[in-house]
C-alpha cells in the first residue's frame, strides 16, 4: 500500500476510534450540510440546484434505478446502445455515463463517498449496485470541481440505507413480460449498545425481449454501524454477480422485418464485484466536525462478443482455391464445393475461412466473423478526509470545508480475437490452426494485431475546500476549489519498452478548478442562484491508448500505443429562479457548459472501430422547467429540457458510412467535416417528462407518466449533412423523436401488504434511443452479402453499402408484484 494512503488510513481510523471512546452512547441526528460526495446531498447546499430522489418514490415507480432516472428525473436521457435494461447510457445534458468501454464518461458516480467510475475506461456498471439499499439518489448539476474527475456535466450520489433509517423487515417478489423475475429482501434495526444493522438483497432474471439476450443479476449489501451523540461509525460491504447479454444495434431493414433480431450473437458481460467502505462523522464541539471514508474494492469483467469482421465486407469470401482445398482435404473436412460457389447460391459462406485459418495466410479476409474476448482486473483502494468549521467572522456566518483524498487503483486487461465463420442464426463459430487468431502473423498485407496485455496504474491526489458565506439572511455565496494531480502508468506486456507499437507510457495530469455561487433567498416562497463552476477529466487509460485515426482500434478489443491526449476541461455557467405556492414548486433555469479539449470518440463501423481525439470546443446549453406539487389526492410533475449540443470547433474525421464523405466514389471510405454550429451525435435538443399520481382513496395509488424525445443524429454523422440514396446509403441517419407512456397502480389491502402493477410502454411504440452510421454485411434477405458491388474498383477495393443502424426501444411489457413490510 502506497505511504500517502496508508497516512489517509492511519489519520482516518485514529480520529474516529479516539473521539468515539469520550462520547456519550446516545444515538443523536448529526445533521451536516451537503457540499462534497462524503456529505448527505441536500437542496441550496450546492453550487447548483440538486434534483433528489427518495427510496420510496424509487420504489414507487416500480423499476430500475436507471428507469426512475430515465423516466422522472429533468434533464435524463438514455441510449439504449446495449438494449439491457442493466446495461444503459445515462444521459444528462449531453453527458454520459456508461457502462462501454469506450464511451467518453462526462459523469461521476458516487455510493456513500465512494466513486463508482472503475479505473480502467471511468464506466459506469448500472448493474453492481444495489437496488434494494438505496436510501436516496442525488443529481447535481453542472461543472462541480468538488466532485472531482468526470463531473463534466454532473454528478450522481447514491447514499445507501442503515438500521436507524430503514428498521423492520422488507419482501417484494414481482413476475413480468419476457419472463422477468426480480426478489428483493431488506432487514434492519438497532441491535443495542449503539449498534444498527442492515442487510439487503436483489436478484434479477429474464429472457430479455430481443432475441439471445437472457440475463442474471444479484446483488447483496450490508452495513454495521454505531452511533452516539457525537460520532458515527459505519462498516458497509456490497457484492454482485451478474450475466447480462445486449444485442446492441441493428441494422435499419433487418429491424423492420423483426425488430427483436440481433444482428451478431453472442454480446456476453460477466461482472464480479466487490465494496468494503467505512465511512465515520465526529462532532468535536458545536461547530467543529470531521467526515472520512476509506474503501477497496475488486471487480472482474469478462466479456464474450461475436462480432462482424468488416474486413471480410469488400473480399471474396466464397469459392475455396485449389491449395484451400488441398488444406481442407488434409485437415479432413468435407462437404466444400469444388467449383462454383458464390453469394447467390451461398449465403452463409464458411470454407475459406476454415482453410485460411490453416494455411495461416488471409483469415483477417476471409472470415466474416471474428470472437472478440476481454478480460478485466481491476482493484482499488483509497481515503478522504475532510474538516467542517462553522464559525461567525465579523458577525457574518461562516461554513468552511477542507478535505484530501487519495485513490490507488490498478488495472489488468487481456484480450483476444479469434477468426470465425457467421452462421444463419447470426451467431459466430471459431475456427482454428495457425491462423485463427488475429495476431498480425498472417501472410496478409492486411493482417492486424488484435492481442492486449495491458497493466494500468493509476493514482489521483485532490485538496479541495468551500466556504459557503451569509452575506445576510437572504443571501449567501460558496467559494469551492479543488486541485487534482492524476497519474497513469500504462505498462504493454506484448511490446514493453515503449516506441512504435509498445503500449507504455506514464503520463501525469494537474488541474486546479474553481466555483462560484450564489444563492439569493429573499422570502420562503422565492428564490435565485446563479453560478460558475469548471471542472475537469483526465484521459483514461483505454482513451490514451487508443487515439491515432491512423490505427483505429475495435474498442474494448484493442489498443495502440499513441500521443497522450489532452484532459478535459468544463465550464459550466448556470442560473435561476424558483418558487413555492399553495402546494406548488416551480424552478426555470439556463445552463451553458463549454468544454475545452473534450475527447470524442470517432466510430468507423458497427463493430467498433474507431479512435480517440481532443476536440477543440464543444458546447452544451439550455433552457429547464420543472413544476411540481400536490393537491388533494392528485400528485404531478413535469420536467422540459431544451439542449443544444454543437461542436464549436472545426474539425475533420473519418465518415466511412457517411454519404458526404470525400471518398473517391459512393460507398468508399472517407472523411467528413465537422463546421462550427454542427449538432453532437446522440443528443436531443428536446426532453419533456410528465407524471400524475392519484390516490382515489388511502388504499389505491394509481399512475401514468411520458417521457417524449425528440430525435438524435446518428453517431457518424457529425456533420449532420448524411442524406441517404437507396442504393449505395441507406436510412436517414438519425432517430426520430418519441414518446412513451407508463402506467402504475398499487394496491394496500391491509398494513404492510402492497400488490403493485406495472404497464411500461402502455401504447406499445417502436422507437429507437441512438442510431450508428456503418457498412452493412446483409443483404435485404438478411444473408450475408461480401462485395455487394461488382464495380467501381479503386485502387482495389469495391464499394460497400452503408445504412443506419439503430437501438431500438423495448416494447410493450407487464410486470405484477407484491412487497410485504413488517
Same mark, same amino acid.
Given at each position: 500500500?502506497? &505511504?500517502?494512503?496508508?497516512?489517509?488510513?492511519?489519520?482516518?481510523?485514529?480520529?474516529?476510534?479516539?473521539?468515539?471512546?469520550?462520547?456519550q452512547?446516545q444515538p443523536?441526528?448529526?445533521?451536516?450540510?451537503?457540499?462534497?460526495?462524503?456529505a %448527505?446531498?441536500?437542496e441550496?447546499?450546492?453550487?447548483?440546484?440538486?434534483?433528489?430522489?427518495? %427510496?420510496e418514490?424509487i420504489?414507487?415507480?416500480h423499476?430500475?434505478?436507471?428507469?426512475?432516472?430515465?423516466?422522472?428525473?429533468?434533464?435524463?436521457?438514455?441510449?439504449?446502445?446495449q438494449?439491457?435494461?442493466l446495461?444503459?447510457?445515462?444521459?444528462?445534458?449531453g453527458?454520459?455515463?456508461?457502462?462501454?468501454?469506450?464511451?467518453?464518461?462526462?459523469?461521476?458516480v458516487?455510493?456513500?463517498?465512494?466513486?463508482?467510475?472503475?479505473p480502467?475506461?471511468?464506466?459506469?456498471?448500472?448493474?453492481?449496485?444495489?437496488k434494494s439499499?438505496?436510501?436516496?439518489?442525488?443529481l447535481?448539476?453542472?461543472?462541480?470541481?468538488?466532485?472531482?474527475r468526470?463531473?463534466?456535466?454532473?454528478?450522481?450520489?447514491v447514499?445507501?440505507?442503515d438500521g436507524?433509517? %430503514?428498521?423492520?423487515?422488507?419482501l417484494?417478489?414481482?413476475?413480468?413480460?419476457f419472463?422477468?423475475?426480480?426478489l428483493?429482501a431488506?432487514?434492519?434495526?438497532?441491535i443495542?449498545?449503539?449498534?444498527d444493522?442492515?442487510?439487503?438483497?436483489?436478484?434479477f432474471?429474464e @429472457?430479455?425481449?430481443?432475441q439471445?439476450?437472457?440475463?442474471?443479476?444479484?446483488?447483496?449489501?450490508?452495513?454495521?454501524?454505531?452511533?452516539?451523540?457525537?460520532?458515527?461509525?459505519?462498516?458497509?460491504?456490497?457484492?454482485a454477480?451478474?450475466?447480462?447479454?445486449?444485442?446492441?444495434?441493428?441494422?435499419?431493414?433487418?429491424?423492420?422485418?423483426d425488430?427483436?433480431?440481433?444482428?451478431?450473437?453472442? %454480446?456476453n458481460?460477466?461482472?464480479?464485484?466487490g465494496?468494503?467502505?467505512?465511512?465515520?462523522?465526529?462532532?468535536?464541539?458545536?461547530t467543529?466536525?470531521?467526515?472520512?471514508?476509506?474503501?477497496?474494492?475488486?471487480?472482474?469483467?469478462?466479456?464474450f462478443?461475436?462480432?462482424?469482421?468488416?474486413?471480410?465486407l469488400?473480399?471474396?469470401?466464397?469459392?475455396?482455391?485449389?491449395?484451400?482445398r488441398?488444406?481442407?482435404?488434409?485437415?479432413?473436412?468435407?462437404g466444400f464445393?469444388l467449383?462454383?460457389e458464390?453469394?447467390?447460391?451461398?449465403?452463409?459462406?464458411?470454407f475459406?475461412?476454415?482453410?485460411?485459418?490453416?494455411l495461416n495466410s488471409?483469415p483477417?479476409?476471409k472470415?466474416n466473423g471474428?470472437i472478440?474476448?476481454?478480460?478485466?482486473?481491476?482493484?482499488?483502494r483509497?481515503?478522504?478526509?475532510?474538516?467542517?468549521?462553522?464559525?461567525?467572522?465579523?458577525?457574518?456566518?461562516? @461554513?468552511?470545508?477542507?478535505?484530501?483524498?487519495?485513490?490507488?487503483?490498478?488495472?489488468?486487461?487481456?484480450?483476444?480475437s479469434?477468426?470465425?465463420?457467421?452462421?444463419?442464426?447470426?451467431?459466430?463459430?471459431?475456427?482454428?490452426?495457425?491462423?485463427?487468431?488475429a495476431?498480425?502473423?498472417?501472410?496478409?498485407?492486411?493482417?492486424?494485431?488484435?492481442r492486449?496485455?495491458?497493466?494500468?496504474?493509476?493514482?489521483?491526489?485532490?485538496?479541495?475546500?468551500?466556504?459557503?458565506?451569509?452575506?445576510?439572511?437572504?443571501?449567501?455565496?460558496?467559494?469551492?476549489g479543488?486541485?487534482?494531480?492524476?497519474?497513469i502508468?500504462?505498462?504493454?506486456?506484448?511490446?514493453?519498452?515503449?516506441?512504435?507499437?509498445?503500449?507504455?507510457?506514464?503520463?501525469?495530469?494537474?488541474?486546479?478548478n474553481?466555483a462560484?455561487?450564489?444563492?439569493?433567498?429573499?422570502?420562503?416562497?422565492f428564490g435565485a442562484?446563479?453560478?460558475?463552476?469548471?471542472?475537469?477529466?483526465?484521459?483514461?487509460?483505454i482513451?490514451?491508448?487508443?487515439?491515432?485515426?491512423?490505427?483505429?482500434? &475495435?474498442?474494448?478489443?484493442?489498443l495502440?500505443?499513441?500521443?497522450?491526449?489532452?484532459?478535459?476541461v468544463?465550464?459550466?455557467?448556470e442560473?435561476?429562479?424558483?418558487g413555492t405556492?399553495?402546494?406548488?414548486?416551480?424552478?426555470l433555469?439556463?445552463?451553458?457548459?463549454?468544454?475545452?479539449?473534450?475527447?470524442m470518440?470517432?466510430?468507423?463501423?458497427?463493430?467498433?472501430?474507431?479512435?480517440?481525439?481532443?476536440?477543440? &470546443?464543444?458546447?452544451?446549453?439550455?433552457?429547464?422547467a420543472?413544476?411540481?406539487?400536490?393537491?388533494?389526492?392528485?400528485?404531478?410533475?413535469?420536467h422540459?429540457?431544451?439542449?443544444?449540443?454543437t461542436?464549436?470547433?472545426?474539425?475533420?474525421?473519418?465518415?466511412?458510412?457517411?454519404?458526404?464523405?470525400?471518398?473517391?466514389?459512393?460507398?468508399?471510405?472517407?472523411?467528413i467535416?465537422?463546421?462550427?454550429?454542427d449538432?453532437?451525435p446522440?443528443?436531443p435538443?428536446?426532453?419533456?417528462?410528465?407524471s400524475?399520481?392519484?390516490?382515489p382513496?388511502?388504499?389505491?395509488?394509481?399512475s401514468?407518466?411520458?417521457?417524449?424525445?425528440s430525435?438524435?443524429?446518428?453517431?457518424g454523422?457529425?456533420?449532420?449533412?448524411?442524406?441517404p440514396?437507396?442504393i449505395?446509403?441507406?436510412?436517414?441517419?438519425?432517430?426520430?423523436g418519441?414518446?412513451?407512456?407508463?402506467a402504475g397502480?398499487?394496491?394496500?389491502?391491509?398494513?404492510g401488504?402492497?400488490l403493485?402493477?406495472q404497464?411500461?410502454?402502455?401504447?406499445?411504440?417502436?422507437?429507437?434511443?441512438a442510431?450508428?452510421?456503418?457498412?452493412?454485411a446483409?443483404?435485404?434477405?438478411?444473408?450475408?452479402?461480401a462485395?455487394?458491388?461488382a464495380a467501381?474498383?479503386?485502387?482495389?477495393e469495391?464499394p460497400?453499402?452503408?445504412?443506419?443502424?439503430?437501438?431500438p426501444?423495448?416494447?410493450?411489457?407487464?410486470?405484477?408484484?407484491?412487497?410485504?413490510?413488517?
Open positions: 500500500m502506497s &505511504r500517502a494512503l496508508l497516512l489517509a488510513s492511519a489519520a482516518t481510523v485514529a480520529i474516529f476510534c479516539a473521539n468515539a471512546a469520550h462520547a452512547e443523536a441526528d448529526i445533521v451536516v450540510t451537503a457540499q462534497t460526495p462524503l %448527505d446531498v441536500g441550496g447546499a450546492l453550487p447548483f440546484p440538486a434534483q433528489t430522489a427518495s %427510496d418514490q420504489e414507487a415507480s423499476g430500475t434505478l436507471t428507469d426512475y432516472l430515465r423516466r422522472m428525473t429533468g434533464g435524463v436521457f438514455v441510449n439504449d446502445v438494449n439491457n435494461p446495461q444503459p447510457d445515462i444521459n444528462y445534458r453527458f454520459t455515463a456508461s457502462p462501454l468501454l469506450g464511451t467518453p464518461q462526462g459523469l461521476s458516487y455510493m456513500d463517498g465512494v466513486r463508482l467510475n472503475q480502467f475506461g471511468d464506466v459506469v456498471s448500472w448493474d453492481l449496485i444495489p439499499a438505496i436510501r436516496s439518489v442525488s447535481v448539476p453542472g461543472s462541480n470541481p468538488l466532485f472531482g468526470n463531473s463534466l456535466g454532473g454528478a450522481l450520489s447514499r445507501t440505507k436507524l433509517s %430503514d428498521p423492520g423487515v422488507e417484494e417478489a414481482s413476475l413480468g413480460s419472463r422477468r423475475r426480480t428483493e431488506q432487514a434492519g434495526g438497532a443495542g449498545g449503539g449498534f444493522l442492515f442487510a439487503s438483497g436483489d436478484y432474471r @429472457r430479455g425481449w430481443r439471445f439476450s437472457p440475463s442474471e443479476a444479484g446483488q447483496g449489501f450490508g452495513k454495521l454501524g454505531w452511533s452516539n451523540v457525537t460520532t458515527r461509525i459505519a462498516l458497509s460491504g456490497s457484492y454477480d451478474t450475466d447480462l447479454n445486449g444485442n446492441g444495434l441493428q441494422e435499419q431493414r433487418l429491424l423492420a422485418a425488430r427483436t433480431s440481433a444482428y451478431t450473437k453472442p %454480446d458481460t460477466r461482472n464480479r464485484a465494496l468494503v467502505n467505512l465511512t465515520g462523522r465526529h462532532m468535536f464541539s458545536d467543529v466536525s470531521f467526515s472520512g471514508n476509506l474503501f477497496w474494492r475488486k471487480i472482474k469483467t469478462r466479456t462478443n461475436g462480432d462482424i469482421n468488416d474486413d471480410a469488400g473480399e471474396n469470401v466464397y469459392q475455396p482455391s485449389a491449395a484451400e488441398a488444406a481442407l482435404t488434409a485437415a479432413g473436412i468435407t464445393p467449383s462454383g458464390t453469394q447467390a447460391n451461398t449465403p452463409f459462406p464458411r475459406r475461412c476454415i482453410a485460411n485459418a490453416l488471409e483477417n479476409e472470415c471474428l472478440n474476448r476481454s478480460a478485466t482486473d481491476q482493484q482499488e483509497g481515503a478522504t478526509g475532510e474538516f467542517t468549521l462553522n464559525s461567525s467572522i465579523g458577525g457574518v456566518a461562516n @461554513r468552511f470545508t477542507f478535505g484530501v483524498g487519495y485513490v490507488d487503483s490498478r488495472a489488468d486487461f487481456i484480450q483476444t479469434q477468426f470465425g465463420y457467421l452462421t444463419s442464426d447470426r451467431g459466430i463459430v471459431a475456427v482454428t490452426g495457425p491462423g485463427a487468431f495476431d498480425g502473423t498472417q501472410d496478409s498485407e492486411n493482417a492486424f494485431d488484435a492486449v496485455d495491458l497493466h494500468g496504474h493509476t493514482t489521483g491526489f485532490s485538496v479541495y475546500g468551500v466556504d459557503s458565506i451569509d452575506l445576510s439572511p437572504s443571501l449567501k455565496i460558496d467559494l469551492s479543488r486541485f487534482d494531480r492524476t497519474t502508468h500504462n505498462r504493454d506486456r506484448i511490446t514493453p519498452g515503449g516506441g512504435t507499437g509498445s503500449l507504455d507510457g506514464d503520463h501525469r495530469f494537474d488541474k486546479l474553481p462560484v455561487a450564489l444563492t439569493w433567498s429573499p422570502s420562503a416562497s442562484d446563479a453560478a460558475i463552476a469548471q471542472t475537469s477529466r483526465a484521459p483514461s487509460a482513451e490514451l491508448g487508443c487515439s491515432d485515426p491512423e490505427s483505429p482500434c &475495435r474498442l474494448p478489443n484493442a495502440a500505443g499513441d500521443p497522450p491526449l489532452k484532459q478535459v468544463a465550464t459550466t455557467v442560473a435561476g429562479i424558483r405556492r399553495s402546494g406548488i414548486a416551480w424552478r433555469g439556463v445552463f451553458r457548459t463549454v468544454n475545452r479539449n473534450d475527447i470518440f470517432v466510430a468507423d463501423d458497427a463493430s467498433g472501430f474507431g479512435y480517440f481525439r481532443n476536440f477543440g &470546443r464543444t458546447r452544451r446549453q439550455g433552457v429547464e420543472d413544476l411540481g406539487g400536490t393537491v388533494g389526492p392528485v400528485r404531478f410533475s413535469g422540459y429540457t431544451f439542449l443544444d449540443a461542436y464549436r470547433s472545426a474539425e475533420i474525421v473519418g465518415g466511412a458510412g457517411n454519404s458526404s464523405n470525400d471518398g473517391p466514389a459512393p460507398g468508399f471510405e472517407g472523411d467535416e465537422i463546421a462550427r454550429g449538432h453532437i446522440l443528443v435538443r428536446h426532453i419533456a417528462k410528465a400524475l399520481g392519484w390516490d382513496v388511502r388504499q389505491v395509488s394509481l401514468l407518466d411520458m417521457i417524449a424525445v430525435g438524435v443524429y446518428a453517431r454523422n457529425e456533420n449532420n449533412a448524411h442524406q440514396d437507396g449505395y446509403y441507406l436510412g436517414e441517419g438519425r432517430t426520430r418519441y414518446a412513451v407512456f407508463n397502480v398499487e394496491v394496500r389491502p391491509v398494513k401488504l402492497a403493485f402493477a404497464v411500461s410502454n402502455v401504447l406499445d411504440k417502436d422507437y429507437a434511443t442510431a450508428q452510421l456503418a457498412a452493412t446483409f443483404d435485404t434477405k438478411g444473408n450475408f452479402a462485395r455487394p458491388f467501381p474498383v479503386i485502387d482495389g469495391r460497400l453499402q452503408g445504412s443506419t443502424f439503430y437501438a426501444g423495448a416494447p410493450r411489457s407487464v410486470e405484477v408484484g407484491a412487497r410485504f413490510r413488517f
